[in-house]
């Protein structure tokens, strides 16, 4: 069954969440939280569920300014520290002391901050094209969405992200309403700050096993930071998606829910083969 819900952060917004669970009712099942990517939210994750939520707890949550989330105030300061804290504050919510925690894109760079934060709550880390911070090229975006408006500017620069050749258009355009809806001026406020950020020597931090799967063409992120995850993240899986680029989560989903349960099952025993 899937239930929605939401809470108040301890700062007065509103963070909303799912919790989808079809494991087998006799079975104490993990927990795994699911972090979207910066400019989607929860719904982004509709094709992972069917094969995760089977053998997992699945918590998915909106990220602060997206989903069903309420969007801060400018006057809010956005920091990493606090992105975070949603997360540790929706665990405690729940009763969970320690999850798994997989994500995809900007929200790689919630759970690689809460792996070096909270390390006794993390079992392990799966993330999907997630760099340790945005390259800082991405600041280049916001003066176009300012201009053109969001979904111009995603349709416009579509290119960095699907294969087009092998992506459905319906996809695509999916995608494009989905991303469209959000908040403009939060989005420059996100993307703004996830490009002047840079964990990269911190990445010895990250202790529990972890998962990098990565676009081989990345367009997004600076690709060479993946060779830095997989040189300084102690217990790290490296999968490369060769001649893909960056939103390998929507266009392999199926892939990724493979792989992930795959490192699960050689790193945890779970879920048996």
């Known amino acids: 069954m899937t239930e929605a819900a939401s809470f108040t952060a301890s700062d007065g917004e509103t963070i ?4 989808d ?41 909106d990220l602060r300014g997206h989903g069903r989330s309420s969007v801060p105030a400018p006057s809010v300061p956005l920091t990493m520290d606090r992105l975070v804290d949603d ?15 997989t994500a995809n894109s900007a929200g790689g760079y919630v759970a690689q901050n809460l792996a070096m934060r909270e390390p006794e709550r993390v079992l392990s880390m799966a993330v ?5 911070g945005l390259s800082p090229e991405a600041l280049k975006w916001l003066p176009r969405i300012k201009a053109e408006g969001l979904r111009p500017f995603l349709a416009d620069t579509i290119h960095m992200r699907f294969d087009l050749a092998s992506t459905d258009p319906g996809m695509v355009e999916w995608f494009l309403d989905q991303t469209g ?6 989005v420059v406020r996100f993307i703004g700050y996830a490009a002047t950020q840079d964990w ?3 990445l010895h931090r990250i202790r529990c096993p972890s998962l990098v799967i990565l676009p081989g063409a990345e367009t997004v992120g600076a690709a060479a930071l993946y060779d830095t995850m997989r040189d300084r993240i102690p217990d790290v899986r490296m999968i490369a998606y ?32």
């Open 16 to 19: 909303a969440y799912y919790i």
């Open 21 to 61: 669970d079809f494991t087998d009712p006799w079975r104490r099942a993990p927990v795994m939280f699911l972090l979207h990517s910066a400019m989607g939210d929860s719904e982004r994750f509709y094709s992972w569920v069917p094969g995760l939520a089977r053998h997992f707890r699945l918590v998915r949550m």
């Open 87 to 101: 997360v540790v504050e929706l665990m405690a919510l729940l009763g969970v002391g320690k999850a798994h925690v």
């Open 128 to 132: 999907v094209g997630s760099t340790p």
């Open 181 to 186: 809806g959000n908040d403009p001026d939060f």
């Open 200 to 202: 990269s020597d911190q």
């Open 242 to 273: 060769e001649h893909m680029p960056h939103n390998i989560a929507d266009m392999l989903p199926d892939r990724c829910v493979v792989d992930i349960l795959s490192f699960h099952r050689d790193k945890f025993g779970y879920p048996k083969a």
